[in-house]
């Protein structure tokens, strides 16, 4: 028998129930109301219940309930502070709304009685059955109850009630090893929990900003709201070094983590527990490593991080299944847990034949036969409820992304709320990628790929994930990480695809999007449609028995990297002060030698000592590492580069053009020197050039000359987009530009075409920019160069928000202007800059430069006259701006006056 569907005023009551359940005590309060069996239901005045509440969290609460009528002082003068705080009355007015609690009496809270609905203990009970084989609470069950009570979840998957039967506490590494979309980051929660209660510092890595963005979102205020200091540490977000070391979790991608390892910052030394989600990210994607691709695989990165942390700190890796699980099991100490409960979509092979389209379930139970000439369309019809279901379609290139979400939004378009489409565009329909997001959206259709801003595709996931956008055209990108409520998803096997899917764990990463709960719940399918000639004849047979039949790859990391290795040369350097040539060999062997590569490469041993002789004669030879004394010591300037997070081979390429410098600087000069950088040469259109020495301890052969004027080329389109940038020419002026430009490369006769670039492209490039002028401004300030060091901060703020100087030394783009749905936004780098223009130089200037007690009209409207911006925006902008100075001199109040307990923002 089927089940019913919802109806969307069911969904969104269930919600609002949900979210009422999901305040602070609104469990507690229910239980504290709701009778023994077979007694009446008790009316219980406001103190009663405070206390009864209470009671649950200390021994003298259950005194006073103990004491039968209960003194209201005694409640007042023990849970005050709880009362005036006003969040349990909060949370009571929450299940009043939802009819879960009756409330009878004159308002006033210490007048009126409460009495649990049918409903609040039909609640209740449901909410029960995930706690209630928790009551003998083992460690692990204790943190889940304590989660389960913020979190909207009315049932644990099976995996998950697994995992709580079977372990009672974690006391060492761990892996788990389930599904994608089974739970997994709920119970690295629980660890988590485990963990920071006893008082240990976690670090959470990730390895994709999309990732670490889920991973706050859903927990980041869950922890905040239980006392917990949680730290976000990626390219989009720039934590002190004190924000680090006063936190409880910190949530970074691989690369951060790695930087902030390899650079000794003290907040990484007393670790207690390392959270690594995704471990399959261990597994090298790079078929072959060039001149075009060296030092750029994640997979080393993420095994040297792990190896450098294993040995002082637990471990728990997040993962779906691979082969040869003990070989990383051996590498951790670790132990395993792999449920034996599993869920699986039905799994359909579609492919032309001279009649139409065939259908083909894996198992050969299930066949049809559609007469049609799509693919896509037959495999809509052959699902059977197309309009109620959620699809995820994914392929291989951004051009088809746009291609195919257009043809479903013409042919098969679906009902969505202009809310939606206002949300997740935001207005923004200057490129004209945004433009034909918001035609696809407008007709129910959505596409997602890197050529969207970093901020729109977290919105897209989000509204995903809420129900309210159904259907989805996507890269492979989407896939990595973020499970969504779908019940099909639909990948389009064309040459681009079947290169990139090249294993079964990597097409169960995608399958498994559908996520297990909804599997659960729905089930679900996925379709395998064969796209062209190639995999249709030669190849799809081969492609079927892989992905479906196949076994599973056991993980295989890349070979540690020449500027990796010469960063594990420096960081023992450091550590030493003085050392000798074996004292290094031994300290990188100590780190290189404990990775997952070397336990699995034979070879390995012979590969480091190769790898080590050659980096540390080149660094002895570049005189970043000297000797003294029969010792060596680091140069000033290496060291220097070390603790502010520089990669050694980075300084060498820019040392020259830095001792150069005086205290005005050229914006060309500042464009060369961060362009020499390895992560903004990989960006889109790379001219990623290694330096020589990485070439000859990678073993490759040099760069050809036609490669050369390649890269000089792309070289000259990226230079042209930061000067632009920077001038502060409209974005799609700056992406025509750079788009005309690249369409004029050619090298030996041959032209290189142009480049797809969007806003998404610009935006991670001028991010990773700004990122390394805020290092190297670091830097400057090691080397006592102040006026540099602000010179390269300035830069930043440029790279960062695409302004000119003058605006940059203001802090006009700090202010955030609220949004819809508790969102926030910055000014636009044009409304900005007409505040600047009109004498409103900074965020004090908008609040007090209007200020005239002789006149009667408000400060706030006279500005909305004068500003230049719309009238009704200009007051949103003066509201945001009055209330961060509010928030500022509350911040210094509170570093002034430290123990101070004043509520007052001001």
Known sequence: MGTTRMTREEIQRLRTQLKALSNRYAIEILDVLNPELGDIAPRLRWHEIVAGVMQQYDKEGETLASQGELRRADVRRKYGRVLAGGTIYETMNRLVEVGYVAAAGPRAKNKRKFMITREGRMALMTISTLVDYMKGETDVQQAARKLLRRKNFVSLLPAQARFLDEVGTVSGSLMLQMPPGSGKTFLAMIVTLLSIQAGEKCLYVTPYLSLNRQVISEYGQLFQDMGYKVVRHDGQSRPTDEELESADIVVAVIESALSAVLSNRRWTENLGLVVIDELTELNSTVKETTVRNLGTDRSARLDILVALLKDRTRVLTLSSRFGATEEVTQWLGAQVFRPSVRLFPDEFIVTRTDGGIEIVSSDAAQSAHVKANDPLEAVLHHMGDYNNSTVLVVVGTRSNVEEYAERLAARYPRQVDPR???????????????????ETLARGVAFYHAGLRADVRGRLEEHTRKGRIRTVVSTTGITQGTSLPVDCVIILFDRVLANNITNRTRYLQIAGRIGEYHLAEHGGRVYLVFMDDRARKGDRKEIERRLLHGPLRPLRPAVVPPNLAASLIMRGAVRRGQFTAQEARDAFFGAAGRSFWASVDKDAKRRLDSMFAKLFGWLVEEQVVVEEDGHYVLAEDAAAAVQAGLDIMELVRIRNILEGL????????????????????????????????????????????????????RRAVKVQILKDWIDELPLVEVIER???????IEVEGRRYGGVYMNDGDLEAFVRICSNIAWDISKYMTSRQQPALAEEFRVFSRRLQYGISKDLARSDLMDLEIPGKEGTSMRLTRSAARTLFDRGYTSIEQIVYKEVDREKEDLARDRFARKCGLEEQYARTVFKAALEHLRRRRAGAAEDYFPNSQSGSPM
């Not at 939606?420 to 918001?438: D, F, N, Q, S, W």
């Not at 060369?672 to 990485?694: A, C, G, K, T, W």
């Open 662 to 713: 005086t205290s005005s600087v050229d914006d060309s000069v500042l464009i060369d020197i961060v362009l020499q950088f390895r992560l903004p040469q990989s960006i889109r259109p790379s001219n990623l050039m290694p330096l020589d020495i990485e070439v000859q301890v990678a073993g490759l052969s040099p760069p050809d000359e036609w490669y050369r004027g390649l890269v000089e080329q």
């Open 738 to 744: 750079a788009q005309e430009l690249a369409g004029r």
């Open 420 to 438: 939606t489409v206002e949300a997740v565009v935001g207005g923004e329909t200057t490129m004209p990628v945004m433009r034909k997001l918001c």
